[in-house]
Structures are given as structure tokens and as C-alpha cells.
């Protein structure tokens, strides 16, 4: 029995050995290392536009750009936050609402991105019947449109993430543009 007793210590020790090494590993591949940048292939121009935004946070103009940077990258999230956290007279701003409407449909949010699209097409509609046009320019405003009625065809076919269901969300661009309307004034 001296043996068979010799050999339970000795596999309880490989265990306990086998335990630590275990557990070492997972502790070294945890939060110890220096997590990896969002944006890896971040440009001297993006770094240069999230300076001038943290100088400078009420300049619309400067916003949309390092936004629209950020939709460029890939990284919708990025130009979610961007654009939530800005001042109100940022965040009221027709093209930052419509780069928020990118931002939402990028991220499989199609119901919410059609809520601001409408939003800003109507706000473009007003401007035009008052007179003003502060940043609805005709190409803002087809574009808006045309976003409009594309999700409004995705929703249609139940499609809120495009990126999740391609082949409806390509039925839903066909039958948006399927034809053209023009309208003379």
C-alpha cells in the first residue's frame, strides 16, 4: 500500500503543479498586457481631429469630420459616442444628425437610424419653407432621402441590421430605387 500512497502524492502534486501553471497562464493573458488601440490604423489626420474636438468640442463642423473619420475606419461605435457626447448645438446640427443616422444603420440599428433620417429631412423641409438653409444643401438632402427610403424598405421587409440579413437588405435597395422621381417646382 506504501506505493499506491507514494503515487497519490505524486499525482496530487502534478495536479496542484498543473493547477498553478493554469492559472498563471490565465492571470499573464488577462488584463496584464497593454490592450490593443481601437483604432489600429489610426491616421496623424484622426489623431490631429480628436485633438482639435477636445480643444474645441463646439465646432460642429469639426465633430463631422473626426465622425465621418471614424465611419471611414470602420468604427461606427467610435462615431456614436462621438456625436452623443457632443454639446447640444453639435448634436442639433442637420449633418451631424445625419452622420448619426450612418452611425446607427452601421450598427444594425436601422428603426433608429430611420427615426433620425426623418428628422433630418424634415428639418431640411422646414429650413426650405422658412427660407434658411444652414447646412441642408440640395446633396444633404437627396441623400437623406434616398437613406430614408431605403430604410424604410428595409423595415419593410423586417430588416433592422443590413449587415446581418445582405440579401434582404439588397431587396430593400432595389425596391427603394427601383424608380425615379422627379419632381419639378
Known amino acids: 500500500m506504501g506505493s499506491g500512497v507514494g503515487r497519490g502524492i505524486m499525482k496530487a502534486r502534478a495536479c496542484a503543479v498543473a493547477v498553478v501553471l493554469g492559472a498563471a497562464a490565465l492571470w499573464v493573458l488577462s488584463g496584464t498586457e497593454r490592450s490593443a488601440a481601437v483604432l489600429t490604423s489610426a491616421t496623424e489626420s484622426v489623431r490631429s481631429l480628436e485633438a482639435e474636438v477636445s480643444s474645441h468640442p463646439d465646432r460642429p463642423e469639426t465633430t463631422r469630420r473626426l465622425a465621418q473619420a471614424y465611419l471611414d475606419a470602420r468604427q461606427p461605435g467610435l462615431a456614436l459616442v462621438l456625436l452623443d ?37 424634415a428639418t431640411c423641409r422646414s429650413l426650405a419653407d422658412e427660407g434658411v438653409e444652414p447646412g441642408c444643401d440640395p446633396v444633404l438632402f437627396a441623400s437623406a432621402v434616398r437613406r430614408t427610403s431605403i430604410l424604410r424598405e428595409m423595415i419593410a421587409l423586417g430588416v433592422k441590421d443590413a449587415l446581418a440579413h445582405p440579401e434582404a437588405s439588397l431587396v430593400a435597395y432595389q425596391n427603394a430605387t427601383r424608380e425615379a422621381r422627379v419632381h419639378l417646382e
Not at 457632443?86 to 452611425?103: C, E, G, I, T, W
Request: aromatic share 0%; net charge negative; proline share 3%.
Open 85 to 121: 457626447a457632443a454639446p447640444v448645438a453639435v448634436r442639433q446640427d442637420v449633418r451631424a444628425q445625419h452622420l448619426l443616422a450612418r452611425a446607427l444603420l452601421d450598427q444594425g440599428r436601422g428603426d433608429q437610424a430611420l427615426d433620425v433620417e426623418n428628422g433630418v429631412v
